[in-house]
């Protein structure tokens, strides 16, 4: 399927996308050139762990949607969970990196989807505790905070800790109040997606950027990035894309775990699709990647579902152009 209105992924803008996003990679010596920038692959890596591992909530938080054809809003609860692990603030050597770690294989019994707002909602509420589940081993192994991120899911504009996000922008991950913004209409209306798996990456996507705050990799991007001064000069600009980068490799490693864990293939495939029509050719600022870049991260994630093949941040500065 064709991208031709298929922007890049716009998480923030200014100094607040170095608290924002957050990436980091790891490939051998020229494997992301050597990459196509369609996905090769029609079968993830499978994951599975035989270690023990303790249950896992979410810290309390809220979330709600605002239906298209009604003003009111949904809220649901989590529990409140602290087990008093502590993010980490660190990029390439970040302790998520734990060797032959990846994405639990998870089932998830997802509702029918629907563009309009309350049915997005219901679809990415239905998602989330899976991507927790699958994402909870590694954390823990690692020793990091596994604590699930609020969604609210808007067709509307929405006043934030990390700014106004507008109806007509692209889902946001917000590191202050550690929530996961999705906007409705603008995948629906502006971009005219249907499909429910392209909403599902996009999901995926930000959760990737939620992973980054839970391990503490935001909070290093963003000293970082205040360092190189921000997006007004190329070394903070390549900062921004190892972030989306990694995001979009952890998305792939959670369609992998999703894809072994049973989800059909109707929403494995045009999920990896839609993430490699994705990139800074559909904007004049180079701070997400080429569509082949994110091609060749996406399918990274898919095909192997390692953490450590998804370390954008030790990765040459030629893969992650």
């Known amino acids: 399927?064709?991208?031709?209105?298929?922007?890049?992924?716009?998480?923030?803008?200014?100094?607040?996308?170095?608290?924002v996003l957050v990436g980091v990679g790891l490939f051998g010596i020229g494997t992301i050139g050597a990459m196509a920038a369609s996905i090769t692959s029609n079968r993830a890596s499978d994951y599975s762990s035989?270690?023990?591992?303790?249950?896992?909530?979410?810290?309390?938080?809220?979330?709600?949607?605002?239906?298209?054809?009604?003003?009111?809003?949904?809220?649901?609860?989590?529990?409140?969970?602290?087990?008093g692990a502590k993010p980490v603030a660190e990029l390439g050597d970040n302790p998520?990196?734990?060797?032959?770690?990846?994405a639990m294989n998870t089932p998830c019994n997802l509702p029918r989807f629907n563009t309009d707002a309350?049915?997005?909602?219901?679809?990415?509420?239905?998602?989330?505790?899976?991507?927790?589940?699958?994402?909870?081993?590694?954390?823990?192994?690692?020793k990091l905070p596994a604590r699930m991120p609020t969604v609210i899911t808007t067709g509307e504009n929405i006043e934030t800790p990390c700014g106004t996000r507008r109806w007509n922008q692209t889902a946001m991950y917000c590191p202050g109040n550690h929530t996961i913004y999705m906007t409705a209409r603008y995948y629906a209306q502006m971009e005219k997606r249907?499909?429910?798996?392209?909403?599902?990456?996009?999901?995926?996507?930000?959760?990737?950027?939620?992973?980054?705050?839970?391990?503490?990799?935001?909070?290093?991007?963003?000293?970082?990035?205040?360092?190189?001064?921000?997006?007004?000069?190329?070394?903070?600009?390549?900062?921004?894309?190892?972030?989306?980068?990694?995001?979009?490799?952890?998305?792939?490693?959670?369609?992998?775990?999703?894809?072994n864990g049973g989800i059909s293939n109707d929403y494995i495939f045009p999920a990896l699709e839609d993430s490699s029509g994705r990139g800074d050719e559909h904007s004049d600022v180079p701070d997400h990647g080429s569509m082949a870049t994110n091609a060749a991260w996406v399918e990274q994630g898919f095909r192997k579902n390692r953490i450590t093949e998804c370390n954008t941040w030790l990765a040459a500065s030629s893969d992650v152009d």
Not at 119 to 140: G, H, I, K, N, V
Not at 233 to 243: V, Y
Request: glycine share 10%; with cysteine; hydrophobic share 30%.
């Open 1 to 19: 399927m064709p991208h031709l209105h298929s922007p890049k992924r716009k998480s923030n803008t200014g100094v607040v996308v170095a608290l």
């Open 50 to 83: 035989t270690s023990s591992r303790t249950t896992t909530t979410g810290s309390s938080e809220t979330s709600s949607s605002k239906s298209t054809s009604s003003e009111d809003a949904t809220t649901t609860e989590t529990s409140s969970y602290d087990d």
């Open 96 to 102: 998520v990196n734990i060797p032959g770690n990846g």
């Open 118 to 142: 309350a049915s997005q909602d219901r679809f990415y509420q239905a998602a989330l505790p899976c991507l927790m589940e699958a994402w909870t081993p590694a954390l823990e192994n690692a």
């Open 194 to 259: 249907t499909k429910a798996g392209a909403y599902l990456g996009q999901f995926a996507h930000e959760f990737g950027h939620a992973l980054q705050g839970m391990t503490g990799i935001n909070s290093a991007y963003g000293d970082a990035s205040y360092d190189a001064g921000g997006s007004s000069t190329a070394a903070g600009l390549e900062l921004t894309r190892r972030s989306e980068l990694q995001a979009t490799c952890f998305e792939g490693m959670t369609l992998a775990a999703l894809q």
